[in-house]
DNA sequence: ACTCCAATACTTTAGC
DNA sequence: GCTAAAGTATTGGAGT
């Protein structure tokens, strides 16, 4: 195998393997310290919002409704209610 | 209340109280977008990681590790130690 | 501390410290393991249901819908609509 | 149709189908009722192992690692090792 | 298409 | 009471 060669099975643990290695566990870091950045601002967002009297449970909500395809919104909608109608739910 | 008045209880849903709620949703979208603009990242270094022969759980064990080490270990690490050993686990 | 005293601190680590801890620890895992055994039985029930044409997502939202207090769930419902309507969703 | 038909589609919301779904229902109910009795168990033999001076963390720590062991360890351990090493962790 | 597992979100509990 | 942490449940993606 020509380019790389993994940190893997029999083969010798040369200095290139270990540096790839290394270089692939510290670009994932990186990357999960920039997501854990976003994640907090999300947070901090909703905690001012609620400082602000929103209900936050509603703005997830919201949220996540949006992020829906519409059709399969609707869908769903349809078989809960005709469950919810079994139920005498409605 | 001063500043504002969110789109809640008794209140006139003003022009303003819905630019203000339009605003948190979309800068909650926005980040969101960021969010999962990372995670597409990292999910490709594992992808392509694990084409050049990495064991893909195995790296995620190690990045899981890297990030617990500095945080816990020592505290707990003592008790700990004490119940495995009446247990016989050590 | 009359009874008996805990695997801990400086005590001496007693016989009787010891048969107490893992008489502990083998409680936790008797009833885990009982936990475990009704959570297979509820996997079941919705694996089977799906398999007579229910659809599972809307099973666990009926039991969801129903768990919750219904004036919470109205006033829930009231909130999440103004905001809907405030963003035109409605 | 032979055997039932659920509550769905273009069908006629027959009293039988009605009565297995509720069926359904119930019989989760009944499931999720008896796993939150065990938990409550659980939360029990934590909160009097804490009034006898026990650290509850670490308990829940061993709990956790004697279900772990047995199912991964070994597998797992060999690669985990490999990198580890490459990485200066060991 | 379906199963399995990892990641996210939500809920509840403990501690300040 | 509120923030922080754990545990639990649901969702989404990867593998078969």
């Given at each position: 195998?020509?380019?790389?060669?993994?940190?893997?099975?029999?083969?010798?643990?040369?200095?290139?393997?270990?540096?790839?290695?290394?270089?692939?566990?510290?670009?994932?870091?990186?990357?999960?310290?920039?997501?854990?950045?976003?994640?907090?601002?999300?947070?901090?967002?909703?905690?001012?919002?609620?400082?602000?009297?929103?209900?936050?449970?509603?703005?997830?909500?919201?949220?996540?409704m949006?992020?829906?395809?519409?059709?399969?919104?609707?869908?769903?909608?349809?078989?809960?209610?005709?469950?919810?109608?079994?139920?005498?739910?409605?």
């Amino acid at each position: 195998m020509a380019t790389t060669a993994a940190v893997r099975d029999d083969e010798p643990a040369t200095k290139f393997a270990k540096d790839q290695l290394k270089s692939i566990i510290e670009r994932i870091e990186r990357l999960e310290e920039e997501k854990k950045a976003i994640s907090d601002d999300i947070r901090d967002v909703y905690a001012e919002s609620k400082g602000n009297g929103y209900d936050v449970k509603a703005l997830r909500t919201i949220v996540r409704m949006r992020k829906q395809d519409p059709n399969e919104r609707a869908e769903a909608e349809t078989i809960l209610e005709t469950y919810m109608q079994a139920l005498g739910m409605l």
